[in-house]
């Protein structure tokens, strides 16, 4: 079993920074595709970033591209997103997911149903 475990999040005024991380717990060789998903108020949870923790090969929707990256400490089995110009639409629960996916499928949009296991969340607030 694996688990993962959410920090990092906050409430920061607009053009500010956040970096989320996400540690995994327990058979860590069960996954190999780690990724971010937000959940706004009201809305499907979206997946935002995603990275291949054999050859590091990323994925980033379009809301994500140029102000969020997403990278990793494979020896902690740590995946990060870091947040930079946040916008109060950025306002949202963000999820950690992971997943025995191929490197290929990784690098590309994917969707909750993908990824077997999910951390807790942590809650990201960008006020005006």
């Known amino acids: 079993q694996v688990k993962l475990v959410e920090s990092g999040g906050g409430s920061v005024q607009a053009g500010g920074s956040l970096r989320l991380s996400c540690a995994a717990l327990g058979n860590t060789d069960t996954f190999n595709c780690m990724a971010w998903f937000r959940q706004s108020s009201g809305k499907a949870r979206v997946e935002l970033a995603a990275?291949?923790?054999?050859?590091?090969?990323?994925y980033y929707a379009d809301s994500a591209e140029g102000r969020f990256t997403i990278s990793q400490d494979n020896a902690k089995k740590t995946a990060f997103l870091q947040l930079n110009v946040l916008r109060p639409e950025d306002t949202a629960e963000y999820y950690c997911?992971?997943?025995?996916?191929?490197?290929?499928?990784?690098?590309?949009?994917?969707?909750?149903?993908?990824?077997?296991?999910w951390g807790q969340g942590t809650q990201v607030t960008v006020s005006s």
């Open positions: 997911a992971a997943g025995g996916i191929p490197s290929w499928d990784c690098a590309a949009q994917l969707s909750q149903v993908d990824f077997r296991y």
């Open positions: 990275i291949a923790t054999g050859d590091g090969g990323t």
